[in-house]
């Protein structure tokens, strides 16, 4: 194994990370006066597409196509939408680059203003991110003191304000019109797309949403170039022509039953057992894994024997799963019940379900009893059926809903059913019940 | 008579700058009168529509949306303590530091200790698995919260 020396989370953790003087000692803003005095908004673009960057936010489009979708020539305003609301469960990648290195992050967002030729950028930092809110907040008023932010900034013809806007504690906001919606101040329902954010977004303008860890990126293309990103990662499938590829570091998040739990940036493709054995320091206590959740709780699961996936875009997916999602990896022991992880996971789509769609609405609240009937020790065998049939009917693959958290809260219903099946009747054979848990009520 | 003070009107004001439509400073809005009051009262909710031209029930709308802003039938207390159930924590204990907790302060979620100073509640997934078994005090995270290390964190909010 080569050692990669990471990128994104190089300056975490040393003296004076997040000040704008330690940011432009180790190079800051470098690649945004570049962009100003060398590059047309289109070139910026260019580049951006050209590195084959995707979406770290969990859907991984392509960021520099997303971004020629904006209609040519708008009066304006366009704004950017910087999505903080980072609510995945096992997903903490951007609230370390928040707190630790915030200019790296507010350096892709003017990146990103000047190549989309955004006006205004609104970061949508989820409320519990208070330590990220208020550093970021000290970060942007440094650049309105110093002619980073605002008309002019360093003296060009560029003009960008930057807004934190704090969120309120919903999963739904994530979603890229819930969180235009909320934005607005209104209730965070999707929207029915098209039209999609970018020919009609916040306020009825064209809108880019843009996730943390990909504005980062962009910060590091513009610097040292798209084939610097692209000598990084896994290219795509030459028999696959749809695959865009897997290029560029990417910030994994490990946690559950490791020795080690934390962020490690690592080219894309690592493999599941790579990422445990080697960087999270093993299965705790000395017990075998039983599986793991690849990329945040809606992506689903994968079986110990399965570790040898490769976390890039496609190889999740190749295993069953939704996909590579955030590539936030949760894993549980051998001595975990797959009936509570299930619970688990059913509740918080139940909880977070944002009650606009009925399918998902009524789907998520009874994957959550069911599931709950089976802790209980009252399961029957047919519950399996019902609940891989409600995980199957519900979400925008069938065609049910509006948003995706459906699909993302039947993925593991579906896939815990057909990989732990065995477990799943054995259980409800048996007659057990999981242990109580004590003053925690469903809602 | 006014529930909103001078100074948290000029507070919620001030963000119409940021945005083009006045709406979008509900949310704002709504955290600047939960932080000072520790919940929104019906009275409030009509004021700030009044600032913001909207009826009274669109920003109760987006209120009650969230589940995160208190009426003045439940108001918060000092200290708002958050303790996450969501998968990460629980494979390490968040469930049964709920319970704990729950046991410890006398209340359960959603409830406010006697004496005003603590509310419990559960969270679902608040980004610090790396910390799990993780709470948030307010805003402001806590990791590694083991059983051993409830008394140590009920005192220093009791204080």
Known sequence: MTEFEPVLLRRVGKPDSQSLAGYRADGGYRALAKALGDLT????????????????????FPCGVKWTFLPKDHPGPIYLCVNADESEPGTFNNRILMEEDPHQVLEGILLACYATRASVAYVYVRYEYGRSFRVMQQAVDELYANNLLGRNILGKDFHAEVYLHRGAGAYICGEETGLIESLEGKRAWPRI????????????????????????????????????????????????????????PKLYCLSGH??????????????????????????????????????????????????????????????????????????????????????????????????QCTPCREGTGWMMKITDRIRRGRGRLEDLHILDEIGRSIGIMPG???????????????????????????????????????????? | ????????????????????????????????????????????????????????????????????????????????????????????????????????????????????????????????CEGAPCVLVNDEHVMNVTLDRVDQLVDSLRA
């Open chain 1, 400 to 443: 049910t809903t509006i948003c995706g958290l459906a699909d993302g809260a039947g993925w593991p219903v579906k896939n815990a059913i057909s990989k732990f099946r065995a477990e799943f009747e054995e259980f409800i054979r048996s007659g057990r019940k999981s242990p109580e848990l004590e003053l925690v009520g469903a809602h």
């Open chain 2, 1 to 128: 008579m006014s529930v909103l003070t001078e100074e948290l009107r000029q507070k919620i004001v001030a963000y119409l700058a940021h945005y083009p439509r006045k709406q979008a400073v509900t949310l704002p809005a709504l955290h600047v009168v939960q932080d000072a009051l520790r919940c929104v009262p019906l009275e409030a909710v009509r004021e700030i529509a009044d600032l913001l031209d909207l009826s009274p029930a669109e920003v109760q709308d987006t209120m009650t949306f969230y589940g995160f802003f208190r009426d003045e039938q439940a108001p918060l207390g000092r200290t708002r303590l958050w303790v996450c159930r969501s998968l990460p924590c629980m494979l390490r204990g968040g469930e049964e530091l709920l319970g704990r907790l729950g046991e410890k302060l006398g209340v359960r979620p959603g409830g406010t200790t006697a004496d005003g100073k603590i509310t419990l509640e559960f969270a679902e997934c608040i980004g610090a």
């Open chain 1, 258 to 355: 490791v020795n080690r739990p934390g962020c490690v940036e690592l080219p894309l493709g690592v493999s599941v057992r790579e990422l445990v054995e080697e960087h999270g320091g093993g299965v705790w206590k000395g017990r075998r894994a039983k599986g793991c959740i690849p990329g945040g709780l809606s992506m689903g699961f994968l079986t110990e024997q399965e570790f040898d996936t490769p976390l890039d875009f496609n190889g999740p997916g190749k295993a069953g799963c939704l996909g590579l999602g955030t590539a936030a990896v949760i894993v549980f022991d051998e001595t975990t019940s797959i009936v509570d992880v299930l619970y688990n996971t059913c509740r918080f789509f139940a909880h977070e379900s944002c009650g």
């Open chain 1, 41 to 60: 908004p289109a070139q910026v673009t260019e580049l951006v597409k050209d590195s084959g960057l995707r979406g770290r936010g969990g859907a991984g």
């Open chain 1, 193 to 248: 797309k098209p039209p999609f954010p970018a020919v009609e977004g916040a306020f009825r303008k064209p809108t880019v949403v843009n996730n943390v860890e990909t504005l980062a990126c962009v910060t590091h293309i513009v610097d040292r170039g798209p084939d610097w990103f692209k000598s990084v990662g896994v290219p795509p499938d030459p028999k696959n022509p749809r695959d865009a590829g897997s290029y560029g």
